[in-house]
């Protein structure tokens, strides 16, 4: 089965209570809403994401839960991951995420994805525990040698008055990311949990969820994008194989001789393929001047 052209978004992070499972399953619902078809697959034990999904009212996601076996060791994780991920992309336009990273999984999962989400919150204590996960990882995301993801740094739970904080400004960060608008924190948003969705609210929590849904389309269009460019440069670099460039082929030179032997067989009127005569064949030109070299040697002539 030929894989689809899907969209793939891991939403992860290192430390929980930072939005991980409600960014993963309010933006599965959201992307449903503009039309994509949309699969959930939830990589955690605790199965947060999909749980929602499940007990919220249906909106049309595909929900998978399929725990990583983290305990095993080896590239277990990394084997099961990507088996689950390509069986999804064959049949959805959107494939998202939602896994809780450890150090027992292999960073070149990351490459099997479009888009890493990464969520966190203001407080400086939570955003340098973030730095340090890009910064364990800025090999995937600098990658010369693999196609890396893009990086979406996702500011969550943000107080009203936490909205002028210049944190972002202050902090250095060890790889190139897009900032999207933040997702608000209320009240509201806790009692949705397994009964509605963010993008229902009608509160700024619930707009600002929009606005990011919005972002992550932006940057599946620069995602694609990306992608032709690309396939265009590995195009245009590759060289164009012809006839001549196969092994069993005949060289130039080969053909150049061959058109020269047709060209002088035109002028003198003779068929290219032209069949020996029969006193060609029974007296060899070879042959005969052997014999008459050997004779004069004989002689003492030659």
């Known amino acids: 089965m030929r894989e689809k052209a899907s969209f793939k978004v891991l939403v992860t992070s290192q430390k ?23 699969t959930l697959l939830d990589f955690d034990n605790h199965g ?26 080896g590239n277990r994780s990394l084997l099961d991951a990507r088996l689950h991920l390509r069986r999804a992309a064959a049949s959805s336009d959107v494939v998202i995420s939602d896994l809780t990273w450890s150090n ?10 479009d888009l890493v989400i990464v969520p966190t919150s203001v407080s400086e204590i939570e955003l340098a525990a973030t730095v340090g996960f890009l910064n364990h990882h800025r090999w995937v995301f600098d990658s010369a040698i693999h196609t890396p993801p893009m990086l979406l740094l996702s500011p969550t739970r943000v107080l009203a008055e936490q ?63 990306n992608k032709r460019i690309r396939q265009m440069q590995r195009t245009a670099t590759q060289p164009r194989r012809s006839v001549l460039d196969r092994p ?30 029969a006193q060609e064949i029974q007296q060899p030109v070879i042959g005969s001047l052997v014999s008459r070299f050997l004779n004069k040697l004989a002689a003492g002539v030659a």
């Open 48 to 73: 947060s994401s999909s749980s929602w999904l499940t007990r919220a009212p249906n909106v049309g996601v595909v929900i998978q839960h399929k725990p990583l076996p983290l305990d095993q060791g």
């Open 163 to 225: 909205m002028d904080s210049d944190i972002f400004s202050r902090q250095r960060f060890p790889v190139r990311f897009i900032l999207p608008p933040p997702i608000l924190e209320a009240q509201s948003a806790k009692k949705m949990f397994e009964r509605g969705y963010l993008m229902d609210m009608p509160d700024a929590c619930g707009q600002s969820f929009i606005e990011f849904g919005k972002a992550v389309i932006e940057a599946q269009t620069i995602s694609e994008a």
């Open 248 to 277: 069993n082929s005949l060289s130039n030179r080969d053909l150049l001789l061959a058109r020269h032997r047709a060209h002088k067989a035109n002028q003198m009127g003779t068929p290219v393929f032209a069949p020996p005569k």
């Open 16 to 38: 929980g209570g930072v939005g991980k499972s409600t960014i993963s399953a309010n933006l599965a619902a959201y992307l449903k809403s503009q039309g994509r078809s949309v």
């Open 104 to 113: 027992s999984i292999a960073g070149e999962l990351m490459f099997e994805y």
